[in-house]
């Protein structure tokens, strides 16, 4: 079955064979998007989030073919043209060293944006419940709201 979608700004139209082909899939196998993390396979842990016509998904409870004229966008499509350059959310985490081992890191800067955009000065509080479903085994969330609100304040948010 063909499938036409836009990832990273670049429209991409491939075969997608299995039509139980999850997203996460798609992309890390077929697109080579290898950012994007299988962690729990059930939505639970929030390593496949990806932004979905804007909004966050988790990419391993969407079939690929659910995607097709979708507009995606995965960590790697955040960074501008620059070679080392990240998206302010990104130099956020690395700055307030919000990640230890990086296995979470992608979805949660994904959820973070999405969640800095629909909540513009987002407290605390707020932060802290918006990523209830982003799972982080290595800190204790501390830095990792700190990044958020850092991350927020330089997107102007």
Do not use: W
Not at 38 to 63: E, P, W, Y
Not at 82 to 102: D, I, R, T, V, Y
């Amino acid at each position: 079955m063909k499938q036409s979608l836009t990832v990273n700004g670049r429209s991409i139209t491939t075969d997608v064979d299995d039509p139980r082909m999850l997203l996460v899939d798609f992309l890390r196998g077929t697109l080579g998007l290898t950012g994007t993390h299988v962690g729990c396979d059930t939505g639970q842990c929030g390593a496949c989030t990806v932004h979905m016509n804007g909004m966050a998904v988790k990419s391993c409870t969407i079939l690929a073919a659910q995607a097709a004229g979708t507009d995606v966008v995965t960590i790697e499509g955040l960074s501008g043209a620059e070679p080392g350059s990240m998206h302010p959310m990104q130099a956020a985490f690395k700055e307030c060293h919000g990640l230890q081992c990086g296995f979470c890191t992608p979805g949660m800067v994904m959820s973070a944006i999405d969640l800095v955009n629909r909540y513009p000065g987002a407290s605390e509080d707020t932060i802290r419940a918006e990523l209830e479903g982003n799972l982080c085994r290595c800190t204790g969330y501390h830095n990792i709201v700190m990044a958020v609100q850092h991350g927020a304040a330089a997107m102007g948010r």
